[in-house]
């Protein structure tokens, strides 16, 4: 059965450890001196939350899969509906060891789509800090098109 995942960039992470604890009534299953996350049965949902430098708001989100046939199924309507923008083998990302599958929606929304197999020391394995920017390892490819997070400033009118 797949979970639903959602990644929030914070401010504070303290603070923001604090709220979703409260909010889901349980501890985070991890936590590092930039990342925390949740594994809920109720909701079934990954929640993570990173303090990296990137805009607050949304990161991404996604489906984790609990086998490779599930991942395979993913990857393959992805590659039907074109909407394939990465995939990776292998790759340590927020904390973990994973393969993925990143695809982004028509509005800009990413979605990463992946298998978790083993945990990892380091947030990403990129060799530098401006590797990891880059997308080279973690949190998937560039994204093309803006997200609402990014497009929506103090003064919009976004929801």
């Known amino acids: 059965m797949k979970r639903f995942h959602v990644h929030v960039n914070v401010d ?9 604890t409260t909010l889901f009534g349980v501890e985070p299953s991890v936590v590092k001196s930039d990342y925390a996350k949740w594994m809920l049965d109720d909701p079934r ?16 989100l996604g489906i984790q899969a ?37 695809a982004e929606d028509p509005q800009g929304v990413r979605w990463e ?30 994204t093309t098109a803006p997200t609402r997070a990014a497009a929506c400033g103090p003064e919009s009118n976004c929801c």
């Open 113 to 142: 789509s992946f298998r978790t197999h083993g945990v990892a020391t380091s947030y990403t394995a990129a060799s530098t800090e401006a590797d990891a920017e880059k997308g080279a390892s973690c949190c998937g490819p560039a």
């Open 12 to 20: 504070q992470l303290d603070r923001s450890i604090g709220f979703y």
């Open 45 to 60: 949902l990954n929640f993570a939350i990173s303090q990296r430098g990137r805009p607050s708001g949304l990161d991404h």
């Open 66 to 102: 609990e086998d490779d046939v599930e991942l395979s199924a993913i990857g393959q309507r992805l590659r039907e509906a074109d909407a394939l923008a990465l995939a990776e083998q292998e790759t340590t990302c927020c904390y973990a060891r994973s393969d993925k599958f990143w």
